[in-house]
Structures are given as C-alpha cells and as structure tokens.
C-alpha cells in the first residue's frame, strides 16, 4: 500500500521514468510492469486529470473509423473485443447503434457496410420493429446497425491500471513535474522533478513523454521540438439515462455525433476546435460549441431536444501536427489520423527519451505494448508483453458495486450518501484515498457527478471523512471548495438560462462565495 | 378563469405578493410551477441588497413582514446578526426567524451544538470547525459539539428526522452550556416547530436554536408552508404544479380588460384572464430578456417583482429584495386594479428605463424550462410520507432513473444504479412531489411503481372485489384479516354512506331510487333513473342520449365509488348536469388503483377498455366529465404517460366536474342566506385535484351556493385508493391518517371533498363526510 501511495519513494533504482499519468502513461506503467520491469510515473495532478479523464467514455467498435481509417478501425475492434474480456468490469452499457437520419447520404451506408466487413467489425443491420423494442425513443431512423461499441468508465480503469502496477513493483508519484531534463551525450542524463515532498533528482535510462497536452513542453525541455495539434472536444452531460447503448450518425465523422450512456447520465459529444497550447490547460467549451453538440444530440436522440444539460465539460486531443504528418493528408481537422503518435527521439539525437502521444482511449494497450517495446529494447532486455493476455482485476471499491441496489441496511455505513448515484457511505469510505482527496472520491465513485452535481453529497461525504477522522476539518473545508468550485465551472457556461437556473441557485445558495462571482 | 391580479411564481417573492394583494381584499390566483428556493434555504433577510426603492418603503415592507411573521407563528426578529449557512460559513443577516437568532456568531457564551447521530444532512464537524476558527479570530470562547443517540441509519429524510426529533433526547447532557444549538428539523409545520421546541426547552431547561442543514432546509420549508396556509385563509386560490405562459398583452386582450396566462395543465391548457399580473417567476423570463422590454415603466399590467425585476441586482438576489420588491408590486398591481386604465401609480424603481428590445423573443422559450429532476429535495420536504418511513420521492426516482423526458420507468436488464429501493412501495401515489417540484414534468417528479405484491395484484381488481362483495355481503368483515386488511380501516366500508345503505352492499343498486339519495333533489326529476342495467354493462344512456354528432355533449365517468359505493353521487351529479346532452358510463375502473399497486398490465387492460368507450365520443367532439379527482387525473395525466392511442385525444377532453361547473359559468342560486347556521362547511382540497394544478373550483361553487366555506390546512388523507387498506402499509398510512384526523377533528362543521377516498376517511374518524356535488344538488333542489 505504501508503494500505492507513493511514499517513501527512493531517488533512484527506476529504470525507466513515465511522465504523464492518462491512459497511455498509466498503459505503459503497467505493461512494463507485467514484464517485470519497475518503473515509475510522474504525474503533476491526479491520474486522468487530462484528456484521459474528460472523454466521452465510448469504447470504440471501430464502426467510427471503418471508412476513414480501416487500420485503426480494426486496431479498434480487436482491442474492444480483448478489453470487454480482460477488464469486462470496467464496462458499463455493452453494445452500440449507428443509425443514418433523413439528413445523412444513403450512399455511406454501403461504403460503411462494406469497410465494417473488411475490418472485422461485425455490424448487424436492425430492423425497425427490432430497434422500436430495444429503443423506444428514436424518430425517423432510415437504418440501424448494431455494433460492439460500448461505454467505459475510464477512470476505474485508470485507477484498476495503476494499483495493479503498483502491486507489481512500479510505482506512481502524484503531484510530480518534471522541471528541467539533462542530456548529455546524447542521451538523457537526469531528470529534475518538483514533487510533493519538494525537489529531486532522478537519472533513468529511458523516460517516456507520455504527457498529453503538456508532451510538447516537456520535449523542449530536452531541446526537440514537438509540433502537436491540440483540439478541443466539447461534451454535454445529460441527466437520466433512457437508453442502455451507445448512439453513432451513420455518416463520416462529425461533430455532435456520438451519444453515449455513462452511469445514470448521457454524455452528448464531440466537437473540434484547434486551441493554443495554454488554452488547452484548462479546455472551457465555447457557446457555440454547447449549442451545436445540443442540436445535434437532439437530432439522434430527440427526447434531449426537450431536456436540460447538466453540466459541459471539454476534453483535448493531442494530434500529430501537418508537418508531422505523412505527405498528401487531408488538412481537414477530422481527417487528420487519429491513431497514436509515436516518436522514438534517438532520431532527433536525444536516446532514452520516447514521446508517445494521441491515440483513441480503447487502442491503449496495443499504443502501450509498442511503447513498451520500444523501451525494452532501450534497455536490452527482450521480453514479450503478456498484457493481451494478462486479466486486469478491478479496484476494489468497485466491489461495493451490488450495494447500489440494495444497500445492506444492516452493516455500518450501508446508508446511500448520494441519492442521485446511489453511493453507499461504505463505499465512500472503502474508496477514500487521502493523496486524491475529496475529488478522488468523484473519480472512483462518481460522488457529485449525479443530478445535484454535487451540492448535497459531497459536504455530507466531506462530513463523514471529518467525523470518521479521515480528514481534519480545515482541510475538509478546502477540498470541498475546491471540489465545488469545480464542479461550478462545468454549470456556469450554461448561465442562467432556462433549466440550469434551479441548479444556479441552488449553487449560490451551498457554493463557495467565488461561486457567485464567476462569470455569468 | 378570471382573477383581478394573477402572481406567477412560488417562491418568496411570488408568495409574499400573493399574501399582501389577499390582504388588501384583491381576488387573486397565485399560479406555481413548483416549489421555489425556500427548500434550499432557512429564510434569513439580509442586508446590503441594493434596493433601488427608497427607505421608507423599504421599512414599511418590512415592518409588515415581521407582523405578517409573528401572526402565522413563526415570529422573525431583527438585529445585526452573523448566523452561519449549513457548510458554517458566516453570512450577514437582518432579519430572521427566532428559532436562528440563538446562533449568532459572535454572541459572548458558549454554545452546546447538539445533533442526532448519523444525521447525514448536519454537517456539525465542518460546522463547528468553522464557527470556532471565526470565534477564536475574535477572542471568543469556542462553541463545543456532542453527537446524541438517535438510532438514525443515515439517510432518512428530514421529515422523518423532525418527526423524531419532536420528542427530546433523553440521553442529552448539556453541562452548563447557556444555550444548546440543534439542527434545523425541529417540526416541519410552524405548529410542530413550536411543540418541538417547547419540548426541548423543557426537557434541557435552557433555551435551544437551530442550525441550518443541507436542503430541504426545514425553517424555509415551514415559511413556505406558513405563508401557503395564510392564503388558503385570505382566500387566495393556488393553482398549483404546471408551467404557465404568459401573453403580454395583446391590445386586443388588454381592452378586454386582461392579461392571459395559460397553464399548462395535464391533458390541456387553461386560460386564466387576469386584470394584473405580478411577475415573480425569478430569472427564468428575466433571462430570456423578454422582461426588459416590459419594463414596470410602461404602465401595463405586467409586475415584476425579486428576481424577475430586470432591475434587480445580478444574482444571487437576497430574500430582503424578494419581500421589499413583492410587497411594493402587490400594492402597485393593487393600485391598477383599482383604478381600471389608469397607470399605476405605486413606487417605481428609481433606476427602471425601458431597455431597447433588440429582438422579440417567443415567450415560451422565455419561460419553459427543463424536465429533469434538479436534486432540490423539494420534493422530499412535502410528502406525506416522507416523515413514516418512506426514502422520499428523490430518493425512489434517482434509482429509478427514468431520465430523459417523459419516459416511463424501465427494467434495466442488469448493471449499474437500480430501479427499486427499499420500501419505495410505500408511495402514496398522492402526486404532491409532483406539485412542489420546480421542474414539474409528469415524468420528472414521478416515483417508480413498485411490484406488486400478490396482496397488491388481488386488490387491483377494484371493480370484481366491490361487486363480489354486493353479492356477498358477510364476506368483507371475514375475509379482511385473511387478507391482511387494516382491521381499523376496512370498517369504512361497511359504514353506512348518506345514501342510507352500507356502501359496499350498496354497489348494484338496482332498486335504488336516486330521489331518495339526494333527499328528493332534482335528479329524479331530471333524470329518471340511473338506468338499470345489469351489473358490468358498460355505457348507460341518459334522457339526452342518442344524439350522434351532436357537440357539447358530455360523457360523465362515474368512477368506481359512485358506480359501486355510493349511486346516489352520480344521480347527484347527473342532476347537477341535466341541461347537458349526457350519457353515463359506469361500473367501469379507470386504473388508476392498480396503477399504484403496480399491476400495470391490468390497469392497462382497464385503461384500454375505457379508452375505446370514450374515444367514439369524444372524436365527436363530447368532453368526458367524472366527479372522481382521481379517474379524472389518470385520463389526463397517467393515460398519455402510458403511451395509449387516443389517450391524448381523451386527456384533451377530459375535465372534472366541479372544473367543469365553475367554467360553464351557470349562475348558481344561494340555498342559504347569509350567516344562517347550518351552512359551515369545511372543504379538505383532495391531493389529486392539487395534481391536475384545479386550485378549488369547488369552494368557488360552494361559496357561490351560499355555504359558508373554510378551507382546511393543506394534507394529505392516508387513504390513497386502497393504499389504506393493506396493513403492510397501515403505519404509514396511520401516520397520517392520525394527523388529517387532527385537522378534521378541529373542526365542528362537516367535511366537503371530491375525492372518495377522501371521504372514507373522514367517515373512518368518525366526521361527517360529504361530497361537494351532493351539496349541491341539495343546495338547488331546497333553494331553487
């Protein structure tokens, strides 16, 4: 447990440093730790505090890139078959529909049919009866398909990746940013880290530059020069969830065109939009973005036309930039690759450093098993990666998850914290984990991301933290500012207008004082 | 409908309004959507709200809400206080209820907080770390904590926490502690407020306060339940529950003399014509920016007054503005009436300039607002059940999950949040979390069904048992223990009704001369005879029968009570109904019990079978009138939910028959004259007519009448169909039963209500029941 929580970590005795804890840092810690091989992640916040936490949660089919880009689509379909197998817990809604509207050119379909086939995605056309019984809520829907996509709960699995390494030898330090790296001879010397416990130094043999957003800093750092394209993705949340499976446009990818189940809500996604590199530190979604991913979900789904948002958040993917890109690509921005970014930077001169970057959350372990290759052969030592064949077991909070329907009266603490998720106070309790604080609870048991978005249970959680002696007071009343203030920034671009004004007020009436005075 | 002044809007600003025009003598209809922000907060006033009204008006508003306050019980005082929220964080406060006043912040003694244990909603460890670092910033002596046994579990509702904390710990030591500061559940009523107190002073022997908890924050629950009783008394008629859209004004509507709103009510819309209206809707129109080219300035007949003031400050707008704002828009808009086409001539705000209208937006944009539940526990704080045991209609829907729009409750195959939750049975299907529920859609405030028990599978055959036992009239008594039957309850059913005969023998009253039902009222005379059709024949004509294609025509529902229990109701209603074309369709169940029961497949097989009698006729234009609240609020409200063909169709044309006798606007004769004893009447307003946002149409016809009408304090029966009757449920159902009884018992004259279920119970505890329909019929037959 110690090693989980980062304490006590030695200055030296890691081969191999990742930087960045999303899903490819964490997918690399673990692969490198199924070889046997330690190591250890640096990550500056929380794990998936980037992009990797602020997806749609759509474990792809492949469906989506089946005409774009049949290699990917099939790198999709293969790993979305091995990760419900591996990591099936981690699965919540299991199956998907791409439907085409009256809008959308019935010429794709059988160019889609077609490339589905060729890529191994096996996409079953649904007739009307069949999608009225399985869907209730859809309008004018001119073809259906059924699909294998599905919807993930990403930061289980971030969790799930990293405590397993943990066990195995590796080891996550939170709250760690690398501040200067030193190459000498070539190669990476050193590496100076401002951690929670103040400076240090470390001198790896390999570092993977697994940061995301913050991948091109960190290579300056070493002196090479990373293009990337940052693009935005706005996601809409809705509350309530009346479908049980993921909805795709049968059309070329396009913005707004995914809705995806996620617990009790609906997520609504995504757009496009380029931004710099420090507007992407921390994404805000832009009016027009919300009003055109609202228009659209209501297209696919048109009981949302009629239903409030609950909150908006934006993610970023980091994309390989043009100059990057292989010669005769499209500068369109969704037919820039999708798939992983891979930079062994021994060819810019600087060995033992290895940028790894953009990629789709479901292709991973296959992006993490050709990072860990690559570092092993850094390192000299030629071991296959067993991670397609190796079970990821689940947190285990995660193991609460029967008291969701019954919550066992009897025992401590089965009473439900949070109404709009059902959170047990036992599990609140079983996932505390003071390093991540209050906001970590958001992440491990969806604590404040329900209808009330928090305002209710997360002063009754920071309550029971307090009186259990988890927490001292003071501290308690920080996080829980810090948590709401959070929670205020996914509410205020709403504004006041129309449905969000109940949770405005009510905001005004438990949020920080800030609350009141942000932008309106 | 008419009114001179219609306040738009249920929270401080809209009730404040509402009370103050009820006072000054101005028939008004306050018209809600739902509960406003009084849930979510404890009801202080603060200062420091920019009032762009000048002091005297300021302090002539004030002074009135301390009296107002102290005459409904629930006195607010004054001085410079600093009272912490539910997080402790301090805030400014000038005015505010007594029972917070005792936690001041900066009072010199120390303080005991006490709380029950596991009480999820009282934050006291942050509380108390809070408070102390404040008070120890000042040289203050620091407040200290002690948690009391309470046997909580955790997660009851505040109602079920006030009902025990009404009694005082006895486990409670309080040392030397001048002052012991409790959290805020001590009675949900201003009534149960003050016993609780009392109580607890006597139990501690020192004065105790309260401190705020997370929502539904009792001390404004209490407020809202206060000022809803004051204008129940004033005579202020509550249209409770649906969104309303407001036209503002057309030049034709405003020489007609009115502004027209329009609620949307379950099933259809309805009119309400208004010769003021006092805006007090908070920011929902202010930020569709409709209001700001409706500025008080122009002089129409439009007030708006909190936060719907484009004036106002930027949010959050305190409750000082809300009640300074809405007591000086009640006078202007007073003012307006008064004086037909004049401008108003009240106080406007200093600063108020119309703003340009950069667009026209459409209204309905402006003031619709979203489906979804909000998590405001609202909903919590009003039901009836809540306080017995029940997790709270929150509770129920978050795990049923219903979601988007109006869709029904679902079975999830397997994975993630669950449908039921424990004892979710013991809803009452009373729809009142539907009324308080500031989203109000049919789909957002409504509670899952729960699976029906085999107990609830027999009873949802509400129709064959009442016919089975009019066959066999010695079963009832034998086999309702058997059955588990309340023992207490069940005697309401072989009581004898007015119409002289124990209502369940009564039900197939083939010899049953209706003129003697009604005490030789004018049904007879009108009507004939009920039709004596064999048991189960669906459709009965009427004398005006037989005219296909004839519009205005109307089908009268009898419902189960009058078809089985009491036929003397429906010759009272047909005679209330003889000048129309009328056919009756009886012995036919609408539902709606095994609905609630959760035996969905029969109630959609009796939901069917009446929907094909009704429809033929309604396509012809026919509208469907029943005296049961209950049939009339599944037609419109549960039917179109269940996703039948035609049940549109039939919730369009479906109306209750006291709405429908106040809209036809027949002048009534008095019976009575004035101040003659024997017309008292107290008027218990059933839940269900509530739900369908009715207001009281029928103490409108009963004052017309002449009856001397009181209406009782808002509650809710017990019964609830045949919810009353299982014991599995009878704690509930005692629970508050025995409090309706209260209500009841106090007093002396008898109780009219539409609703049957209503009426049984009033029977059960022994008052004399009677409905509405009766009373009038009686009233035309001695008076006209």
New interface residues.
């Given amino acids: 447990m110690s090693a989980v929580k980062g304490a006590g970590v030695p200055g030296a005795g890691y081969d191999v440093v990742v930087v960045g804890g999303g899903i490819l840092g964490l997918g690399v810690l673990w692969d490198l730790s199924l070889r046997g091989i330690r190591a250890l992640l640096l990550e500056k916040a929380f794990p998936g505090a980037g992009t990797s936490g602020r997806f749609h949660g759509l474990l792809h089919s492949g469906g989506r890139y089946a005409v774009s880009d049949p290699a990917l689509a099939a790198e999709c379909a293969r790993e979305n078959r091995r990760l419900r197998h591996l990591a099936g817990w981690c699965v919540d809604a299991r199956w998907g529909l791409f439907l085409r509207l009256p809008g959308d050119d019935p010429a794709y379909e059988a160019v889609w049919r077609e490339a589905c086939l060729r890529a191994g995605i096996p996409a079953r056309p649904l007739p009307p009866a069949a999608l009225g019984r399985l869907v209730p809520h859809l309008d004018d829907v001119r073809a259906a398909y059924r699909v294998p996509d599905a919807s993930i709960d990403g930061f289980s699995l971030l969790e799930a990746l990293r405590l397993d390494a943990c066990r195995r030898g590796a080891c996550v330090l939170l709250g760690a940013s690398v501040t200067a790296m030193e190459v000498t001879g070539g190669r990476i010397s050193g590496l100076l880290i401002q951690g929670p416990d103040g400076p240090r130094e470390l001198h790896p043999k390999v570092v993977v530059n697994a940061a995301g957003t913050g991948a091109g800093p960190l290579a300056a750092l070493a002196g090479l020069d990373l293009p990337l394209l940052l693009q935005q993705g706005t996601m809409a949340v809705y509350p309530g969830r009346p479908l049980d499976c993921v909805l795709n446009r049968l059309r070329p990818p396009a913005d707004g065109d995914i809705i995806v189940p996620s617990a009790s809500t609906l997520l609504a996604g995504t757009t496009a939009v380029t931004v710099t590199g420090r507007e992407a530190a921390q994404p805000a979604p832009g009016q027009d973005e919300i009003e055109l991913v609202r228009r659209q979900a209501a297209e696919l789904l048109p009981a949302l036309g009629r239903c409030r948002v609950l909150r908006v958040y934006a993610g970023v993917r980091v994309l390989p930039h043009p100059v990057t890109w292989p010669a005769g690509g499209s500068r369109e921005s969704r037919a820039i690759p999708r798939d992983a970014l891979l930079v062994d930077h021994s060819r810019d001169g600087v060995r033992g450093l290895i940028t790894v970057v953009g990629g789709k959350f479901t292709t991973f372990r296959a992006v993490a098993e050709q990072v860990a290759d690559l570092v092993v052969s850094h390192l000299g030592a030629g071991t296959r990666s067993p991670s397609a064949r190796t079970a990821l077991p689940p947190p285990p909070w995660l193991h609460h998850r029967p008291a969701l329907l019954h919550p066992p009266r009897t025992s401590a603490g089965g009473w439900v914290l949070c109404d709009c998720e059902r959170v047990t106070a036992a599990r609140v309790l079983a996932a505390w984990d003071p390093e991540q604080g209050l906001d970590g609870l958001r992440r491990r048991v969806r604590l404040g991301m329900g209808v009330c978005q928090g305002a209710l249970c997360l002063p009754r959680a920071a309550e029971l933290l307090v009186g259990a002696g988890l927490l001292d007071a003071g501290t308690a009343a920080c996080q829980l500012a810090d948590c709401l203030r959070e929670r205020w920034r996914g509410l205020a671009p709403l504004g006041t207008q129309g449905a969000s004004r109940t949770a405005t007020t009510f905001f005004h009436a438990l949020a920080p004082r800030e609350a009141s005075t942000l932008a309106l | 409908m008419r009114c001179e002044v219609a306040v738009l809007g249920g929270g401080l600003a809209g009730l404040v309004a509402a009370a103050r025009l009820g006072e000054m003598g101005v028939h008004t209809i306050l018209v809600t959507r739902g509960s406003g ?1 009084l849930p ?2 404890t009801g202080n006033l603060g200062p420091g709200e920019a009032l762009p009204w000048g002091r005297e008006h300021r302090k002539r508003a004030l002074t009135w809400w301390l009296d107002l306050t102290q005459r409904l019980g629930i006195g607010y005082s004054t001085g410079r206080l600093l009272l912490p ?5 301090p805030r400014r406060i000038i005015v505010a209820p007594a029972s917070l006043v005792g936690g001041h912040l900066l009072s010199p003694d120390p303080v005991l907080v006490a709380w029950p244990a ?1 009480h ?7 509380m ?3 408070i102390n ?1 404040l008070r120890a910033a000042r040289d203050l002596p620091p407040w200290a904590g002690r948690p009391f046994p309470a046997g909580l ?3 009851e509702t505040a109602p079920a926490i006030a009902r025990l904390l009404a009694t005082p710990s006895a486990g409670l030591a309080v040392d030397d502690f001048p002052r012991v500061g409790l959290p805020a559940v001590l009675g949900l009523t201003p009534r149960e407020h003050r016993l609780a107190v009392d109580a607890w002073q006597r139990a501690l022997g020192r004065p105790v306060f309260e401190l705020p908890t ?2 539904p924050c009792l001390p404004g629950c209490r407020l809202e339940r206060a000022l809803r009783g004051y204008l129940r008394e004033l005579g202020v008629e509550q249209l409770e529950g649906y969104q309303a859209i407001l036209d503002p004004g057309t030049p034709s509507t405003a020489a007609a003399g009115g502004t027209r709103v329009e609620i949307l009510g379950p099933g259809r819309s309805r009119i309400l014509t208004a010769g003021a209206v006092v805006v007090a809707t ?3 129109l202010a ?2 920016g409709w209001l700001t080219s409706h500025p008080l300035a122009t002089g129409d007949r439009l007030f708006p007054c909190g936060s719907s003031l484009p004036q106002a400050p ?3 707008r305190g409750n000082t503005f809300a009640v300074v704002s809405a007591y000086l828009a009640a006078e202007a808009a007073a003012a307006r009436v008064a004086a037909g086409g004049a401008s108003p001539p009240g106080p406007a705000p200093a600063q108020s300039r119309p703003a340009p209208a950069e667009s026209t937006p459409t209204l309905p944009q402006a003031i ?10 609202a909903c919590t704080a009003v039901c009836p059940a809540a306080p017995a045991g029940f997790p709270g209609p ?2 129920v829907l ?2 049923a ?5 109006q ?1 029904e409750p ?1 079975t ?2 397997r ?8 004892q979710a049975e013991l809803c009452l299907g009373c729809l009142q979390c539907l009324t308080s529920c ?2 109000s859609s049919p789909g957002a405030a409504r509670p899952a069904r729960p699976v029906p028990g085999p107990r609830e599978r027999l009873f949802s055959h509400l129709p064959l048992l009442s016919r089975l036992a009019g066959a066999l009239p010695g079963l009832v008594p034998r086999a309702a223990p058997l059955l588990g039957l309340d023992g207490r309850t069940v005697q309401c059913l072989v009581m004898r009704t007015p119409s002289g005969r124990p209502p369940m023998l009564a039900s197939h009253g083939t010899d049953e001369r209706p003129g003697a039902a009604v005490h030789g009222g004018p049904g007879a005379a009108v009507h004939g005879g009920l039709g004596d059709g064999a048991p189960g024949a669906g459709v009965d004509g009427g004398r005006n029968d037989g005219r296909p294609g004839a519009a205005g025509g109307l089908v009268l529902l009898a419902g189960c009570y009058a078809s089985f229990l009491d036929p003397s109701l429906l010759a009272a209603t047909r005679a209330l109904l003889a000048d129309y074309p009328l056919r009756t369709v009886r012995d036919r169940c609408c539902g709606a019990p095994a609905l609630a029961l959760g035996h969905g497949t029969l109630a959609l097989r009796y939901a069917r079978s009446l929907l094909e009698d009704l429809l033929p006729a309604v396509r012809r234009g026919w509208q469907v009138v029943t005296p049961c609240p209950t049939c009339a609020l599944a037609l419109r409200l549960e039917y179109p939910l269940l996703g039948l063909p035609g049940a549109a169709e039939v919730a369009r044309a479906t109306i209750e028959l006291g709405e429908f006798l106040r809209d036809a606007g027949r002048p009534l004769v008095p019976a009575f004259a004035a101040g003659e004893g024997k017309n008292e009447l107290a008027y218990h307003q059933p839940c269900h007519t509530r739900a369908q946002g009715l207001g009281t149409p029928w103490v409108e016809l009963l004052r017309g009448a002449g009856f001397g009408v009181r209406v009782l304090e808002q509650s809710c029966c017990g019964q609830a169909g045949v919810y009353g009757f299982l014991r599995s449920r009878a704690h509930v159902s005692g629970a508050i039963a025995a409090d309706f009884a209260r209500r009841v018992a106090a007093t002396s004259s008898p109780v009219a209500t539409e609703c049957p279920m209503c009426l049984l119970r009033v029977r059960t505890i022994g008052a004399t029941g009677r409905h509405p329909a009766h009373l009038l019929a009686i009233s035309r037959s001695t008076g006209g």
């Fill in positions: 922000s979510w907060q929220t539910a997080r402790g964080e596991g999820r909603d009282f934050l006291a460890h942050l108390l770390s809070k670092t579990r955790g997660d997370l929502p908070g920011d929902r930020a569709g930027s949010p959050p619709r607002c979203g489906h979804d539940c909000y998590g405001c526990q929150r509770a978050s795990a999950n219903t979601g988007v729009g869709a679902r999830r195959r994975g993630t949040p669950g449908y039921r939750v424990r500031p989203a």
